[in-house]
T-cell receptor
Framework: SQELEQSPQSLIVQEGKNLTINCTSSKTLYGLYWYKQKYGEGLIFLMMLQKGGEEKSHEKITAKLDEKKQQSSLHITASQPSHAGIYLC?????????????FGQGTRLTINP | NAGVTQTPKFQVLKTGQSMTLQCAQDMNHEYMSWYRQDPGMGLRLIHY???????DQGEVPNGYNVSRSTTEDFPLRLLSAAPSQTSVYFC????????????FGPGTRLTVT
């Protein structure tokens, strides 16, 4: 089965600084998702990438999928306290005709004022 | 729409007790799933359902049962709770098995003593 490795596992940055979270797959990615989780809340879908070289942005968050489709990065520009939380990458895996998502272990992001 | 709702939010069980975690969605989604989240391990799929009356096992199904008698509801049953089942449980739904955007509930934090 597919394995997703996220790095770093935790990250503490000063408010206003930029940061990057990486997600690396053991297999070619055909659908890569980024989710955010705040403590005590469910996951919030951020972005989905499918094509090699694809890049998507939402407000100050940009996600990229490399050309080989085995690595994705999530970049936050000018971080704010609202960006704090756990970021999870997920990937499609089809098993017996049903879509399933496998996830990385998550990156805990703390923003210091 | 309420989206995906889960009850209870918190639960403490003694080893050997049984209970049901409730999950409901009001978006008429066909696909529903249960995940557990443990520190450092990300989300792992327990069971999923592609429609009413159809369920299947995910990555970590042992110790859990599910049923899908209606489109809206997808309860997760613990027949005999064990300390290893201490975790945060998330229910998710999506329009169908091919839809990539999953909606997550707020989670249930379960402690088994």
């Amino acid at each position: 089965s597919q394995e997703l490795e996220q790095s770093p596992q935790s990250l503490i940055v000063q408010e206003g600084k930029n940061l990057t979270i990486n997600c690396t797959s053991s297999k070619t990615l055909y659908g890569l998702y980024w989710y955010k989780q705040k403590y005590g809340e469910g996951l919030i879908f951020l972005m989905m990438l499918q094509k090699g070289g694809e890049e998507k942005s939402h407000e100050k968050i940009t996600a990229k999928l490399d050309e080989k489709k085995q690595q994705s990065s999530l970049h936050i520009t000018a971080s704010q306290p609202s960006h704090a939380g756990i970021y999870l990458c997920g990937a499609d895996e089809e098993i017996q005709g049903a879509q399933k998502l496998v996830f990385g272990q998550g990156t805990r992001l703390t923003i210091n004022p | 729409n309420a989206g995906v709702t889960q009850t209870p939010k918190f639960q403490v069980l003694k080893t050997g007790q049984s209970m049901t975690l409730q999950c409901a969605q009001d978006m008429n989604h066909e696909y529903m799933s249960w995940y557990r989240q443990d520190p450092g391990m990300g989300l792992r799929l327990i069971h999923y359902s592609v429609g009413a009356g159809i369920t299947d096992q995910g990555e970590v199904p042992n110790g859990y049962n599910v049923s899908r008698s209606t489109t809206e509801d997808f309860p997760l049953r613990l027949l005999s709770a064990a300390p290893s089942q201490t975790s945060v449980y998330f229910c998710a739904s999506s329009r169908d098995r091919d839809s990539y955007e999953q909606y997550f509930g707020p989670g249930t934090r379960l402690t088994v003593t």
